[in-house]
Nanobody
Framework: VQLQASGGGLVQPGRSLRLSCAAP????????MGWHRQAPGKQRELVAA???????NYADSVKGRFTISRDNAKKTVNLQMNSLKPEDTAVYYC??????????WGKGTQVTVSS
């Protein structure tokens, strides 16, 4: 499964960004999808996930600010990030999971929140 992430960039604190991840050519609807991030010197962490059935879960640090959604027809998963904070600065990775032993990572996209 090839995952193509886009939408990162430099943004001021309090502003918004929208990340998108496309999985063309895949049977997208069968995957659980997620966004993870890794800040310098820190471990990669789950930011938000959406199951194949549409259930969502979020890291406590982003609840109320980030929204994950999926469009199975377009084979995309999106992460709307509002009220961004400097501590949201990280490389964001899209992830697709089919089973406990089958998962795929996309290339990361940099998000920098700074004034």
């Amino acid at each position: 499964v090839q995952l193509q992430a886009s939408g990162g960039g430099l943004v001021q604190p309090g502003r918004s960004l929208r990340l998108s991840c496309a999985a063309p050519g895949s049977i997208f609807s069968i995957y659980d999808m997620g966004w993870h991030r890794q800040a310098p010197g820190k471990q990669r962490e789950l930011v938000a996930a959406i199951s194949r059935g549409g259930s969502t879960n979020y890291a406590d640090s982003v609840k109320g600010r980030f929204t994950i959604s999926r469009d199975n027809a377009k084979k995309t998963v999106n992460l709307q990030m509002n009220s961004l904070k400097p501590e949201d600065t990280a490389v964001y990775y899209c992830h697709a999971q089919y089973s406990s032993s089958q998962g795929w990572w996309g290339k990361g996209t940099q998000v920098t929140v700074s004034s």
